[in-house]
């Protein structure tokens, strides 16, 4: 059965820094893997999708990085800004022909 | 292009009650995954219709159904309504035109907030 991972739970930054989101699977047999964005009360905005064959995807200032062999997926986000503050989750998608979420992260940036 | 809609976004229903939640996928999109999203159990799948036909199905009880119509709008239902089902319903699509869902972006609807009283 895949598990999903999400270390933090929540990170508070101060605006304008770098910073990682992490996100782990048990198995590594996955189709693809998308993180998605939500804002409180709201759906999910899809941000990146990594096929099982690529390694990473950009968009912006968003990177996301895939290592099936380690069961790990990070999310980079450059130069962040108030507005990035939300819930990011990851999702992996596997064997079982659905979506497997992660609980999220939870970020605050602060101006 | 429109995103995916949800009516209606607010629903509150009393224990015992049954209810009907919609669900209109990106025109073009066949495939369309309903989630249940709570505090305590996170993003669960429900199940996914995929040319009107139910594709898979996640762990919930018989109460949850749903079906899928020829323009590939997708309804759920909720008979006997618990407490429990208090939950924001997603519903997601995606093209579905290389099988299972997860080989596909999913795209998310804004979700409809179930209260069950």
């Known amino acids: 059965k895949q598990e999903v991972t999400q270390i933090p739970a929540a990170l508070s930054v101060p605006e304008g820094e770098n910073l990682v989101l992490n996100c782990s699977f048990t198995d590594s047999a996955i189709y693809n893997l998308q993180w998605f964005r939500q804002d409180p009360g709201k759906g999910l905005t899809s941000l990146l999708l990594i096929q099982s064959s690529q390694r990473e995807q950009t968009s912006g200032r968003l990177n996301a990085s895939l290592d099936k062999s380690s069961g790990r997926s990070t999310l980079y986000i450059a130069a962040s800004q108030p507005g990035d503050s939300a819930t990011y989750l990851c999702a992996v998608g596997s064997g079982s022909e659905k979506l497997v979420f992660g609980k999220g992260t939870k970020l605050t940036v602060n101006p | 292009k429109a995103g995916v809609t949800q009516t209606p976004r607010y629903l509150i229903k009393t224990r015992g009650q049954q209810v009907t939640l919609s669900c209109s996928p990106i025109s073009g999109h066949r495939s369309v995954s309903w989630y249940q999203q709570t505090p305590g159990q996170g993003l669960q799948f429900l199940f996914e219709?995929?040319?009107?036909?139910?594709?898979n199905k996640g762990n919930f009880p018989g109460r949850f159904s749903g079906r899928q119509f020829s323009n590939s709008r997708s309804e759920m239902n909720v008979s006997t309504l618990e407490l429990g089902d208090s939950a924001l319903y997603l519903c997601?699509?995606?093209?579905?035109?290389?099988?299972?869902?997860?080989?596909?972006?999913?795209?998310f609807g804004p979700g409809t907030r179930l209260t069950v009283l």
């Open positions: 997601a699509s995606s093209l579905g035109a290389t099988g299972a869902p997860s080989y596909n972006e999913q795209f």
């Open positions: 219709y995929f040319s009107e036909t139910q594709r």
